[in-house]
């Protein structure tokens, strides 16, 4: 078994914060749902929310801009980390992810071991 990281990207002008309470926690329970089918069999490590807030870093002279990426159209919205037997089968996972219903993407990365 490989890690893989799964970023999660939502276009840069979605604002969760327009969804109504119920809203919310019906989506909520979509991604419980989906994280849980690989919690329940130990391939998990669940990552966190990130917020809309941050700085990056680039470059030789380390530039400092507001970010993250703030002139890109998607942004990281969130991540984690799942053990997976190829990059195919982490791709399947990511599949079924409830942010692309969304019109989102999910990244998928092998992590390296050194």
């Known amino acids: 078994m490989k890690d893989y990281m ?4 939502f276009k840069a002008e979605f604002d969760d914060s327009e969804f109504s309470p119920e809203e919310f926690q019906k989506e909520a329970m979509k991604w419980q749902k989906w994280l849980e089918q690989r919690l ?4 998990l490590n669940p990552g ?3 917020t809309k807030a941050g700085k990056v870093v680039s ?4 530039k400092v801009n ?5 002139e890109g159209k998607e942004v990281i919205a969130s991540f984690c980390v799942i053990k997976a037997a190829s990059l195919d089968e982490a791709v399947e996972f990511a ?3 409830p942010i692309l219903e969304r019109d989102g993407s999910v990244e998928v990365r092998e992590v390296m071991t050194y």
């Open 6 to 9: 799964l970023l999660f990207r």
């Open 48 to 50: 966190q929310r990130l």
């Open 66 to 70: 507001d970010g993250p990426f703030a």
């Open 40 to 43: 329940k069999d130990g391939k």
């Open 59 to 62: 470059g030789t002279k380390k």
């Open 95 to 97: 599949r079924e992810c």
